[in-house]
Nanobody, 123 residues
């Protein structure tokens, strides 16, 4: 399984970005997908997750109401729409996949990880 995240960049506070994670070499529709982030000097933290069918989503409290995770099985891609961005959202964002554990928030329950994409939110 290969995961490739993209869409990061520099944005002002209050702005929006959409991250994409393209999955290859795997039956994408069978995988549950998650987004995590790691800010400088901090541990990696859960952001959002979606189960294989799209029927269940899970969000960190810090992003509820601002971020939306979605998936497009036809294009083997999971998205993270980020609105009302804050400086504290600045981090490297990673996508991850797990086969059996749904929209879990625990990073150790994900089997595959992509390289991250940097999001910088200026004040």
């Amino acid at each position: 399984v290969q995961l490739q995240a993209s869409g990061g960049g520099l944005v002002r506070a209050g702005g929006s970005l959409r991250l994409s994670c393209a999955v290859s070499k795997a039956p994408f529709s069978k995988y549950n997908m998650g987004w995590f982030r790691q800010a400088p000097g901090k541990e990696r933290e859960f952001v959002a997750a979606i189960n294989w069918s799209g029927s269940s989503t899970n969000y960190a409290d810090s992003v509820k109401g601002r971020f939306t995770i979605s998936r497009d099985d036809a294009n083997n891609t999971v998205y993270l729409q980020m609105n009302s961005l804050k400086p504290e959202d600045t981090a490297v964002y990673y996508c991850a996949a797990n086969r059996l554990l749904g929209s879990t928030s625990r990073d150790y329950e994900y089997d595959f990880w992509g390289l991250g994409t940097l999001v910088t939110v200026s004040s």
